[in-house]
């Protein structure tokens, strides 16, 4: 076998049974997608730049494959998509399923195993109910704003001590640094996982205390959506490091620095510190 | 159920054909313990300090319960062990199963599905064959010293724009902390998985180009037997950063600061780097 090429199976998604119809279509495209693509294409060939994203930058080709197979969903339910590459397609309906396709997608593609397909459902611009599949495993977390969930984060409220996953740090830039070192210098414990819907799910689960972009404007609504239905109904909080309002806005060139934490205090801890207050 | 408990299940091990007895059996057994504990204690009764290890230092309830289902394998094996909680025993063989039972304790007591059993068989000294197992999902990786392996790394000799991960910072040393540092300036692309012998595995396979201990003197023996046998099988290296020799050494207060890299030459810029050099 050509060694670049990534041997792993892509197991079938465990979707839950109550998952809509539309977001359990579109993890199972996006697993198979996955799958065929790694069986097709090495490592060189999965992450080539093949063009420029709706968000404005350079997109893989696995991204581009992925969501492809997400919008043929999107069509067939006849409702709307707002994902990261291929932006927006408004098929005139009140629900859109807004995706990021593949979550962690240098992960996906260098054949570190936590990659994930994460969507919501928005209703008139509210997200009602959110599908996190990890791709790697199949693993799911599915919720429905609004309705109990089996998930409960640990309800830490202090960041001192806390287990904290957070973004890369970009060491050239002198105030991302100094806030990544920050919240690095308050956590007992950094991760640096590379997928933030993974690591939403780890904060909405109770195994990781939080999860930050540190200031970096990373985040896209995208990478939040799926968060804002699971972690507040187990109890926790996403917000924006800087207090703007997360909206799901067609404009994908719009960056938050998302953070998602076990509580509100500790959300509101995390995001003092990315500021330095 | 228990919020606190941690849902997910632990398959078997999907352990090679090839691999020695002993191997296979310590990992089936790893596995199981693993499982059982899972079952049995929530994250807090799995973190649980019940003890000191071998290493000196204090031994989580996991470790303990994982390490002893490895002793009874050894005994029935009559051959040595080596492990990070139990520390020698001494069946007067001359092979020696050298085991981390739980690599990634941090994160298999707090439900972050990145843990590993790990471990090399050592006659008279040497390294001879491996197995890490991936405990959250079954995979393994198998090698035998001096044998062809299915595994490459990407052969990267270049710490500029590498893809390395890290053991996490330690802010409050400086001098720790400017190594860490210095190795995330060169890197395009730093990651912290919290679990040593997985991110050896990725280094074998080319997943990433390089981990390393950045000076934290963290390392046993226990978390780098295994890499030594399957990294340079694959065309990588493994070092001390400080130029110590890896030696299978009964004391475990002996620490190290490892270095796992896709050449010799990554390796010692990755080492030099760490040094300030």
Redesign the interface.
């Known amino acids: ?1 050509n ?2 090429m ?3 199976p892509v197991p079938d998604p465990e979707v839950p049974a109550a998952a809509h119809p539309v977001l359990a279509a579109a993890t199972r495209a996006a697993a198979g997608a996955f799958r065929a693509a790694r069986q097709r294409y090495d ?1 060189a060939g999965l992450a080539e730049r093949v063009r420029v994203g709706a968000d404005g930058t350079p997109t893989m080709r696995l991204d581009i494959l992925v969501d492809t197979a997400i919008a043929e969903v999107v069509d067939a339910h006849r409702v709307n998509l707002l994902s990261e590459e291929i932006g927006v397609i408004d098929n005139g309906s009140a629900v859109t399923l807004v995706a990021d396709p593949v979550d962690g997608t ?1 992960n996906a593609a ?5 990659s994930a397909f994460a969507a919501a459902l928005v209703h008139d611009g509210v997200p009602t109910e959110s599908l996190t599949c990890w791709l ?2 199949g ?1 799911c977390w599915h919720a429905v704003a609004g309705q109990p969930t ?3 984060t640990t309800g830490r409220t202090a960041l001192d001590g806390a ?1 904290v996953s957070l973004l ?2 970009h ?2 830039d002198p105030d991302q640094a100094a806030a990544w ?1 920050r919240v ?2 308050r956590a007992s ?6 997928t933030s819907c993974l690591e939403a799910a ?1 904060v909405a ?4 205390d939080g999860f930050a972009d540190a200031g970096s404007q990373t985040h896209r609504i995208v990478d939040l959506a799926a968060a804002m239905v699971m972690v507040p109904a187990a109890g926790g909080a996403v917000v924006d490091a800087y207090g703007r309002p997360l909206e799901i806005d067609t404009d994908l060139h719009r960056r938050w620095s998302g953070v998602i934490a076990a509580t509100p205090d500790l959300a509101e801890e995390l995001a003092a510190a990315i500021r330095g207050q």
Chains 1, 2 share one sequence.
Request: without cysteine.
């Open positions: 076998m060694p670049t990534i041997p792993w490592r240098a260098a054949g570190v195993p936590l790697d495993t693993r089996a998930y409960r287990a890369r740090p060491p050239h070192w690095a210098q414990r950094i991760r640096i996982l590379s780890l689960e109770g195994s990781i």
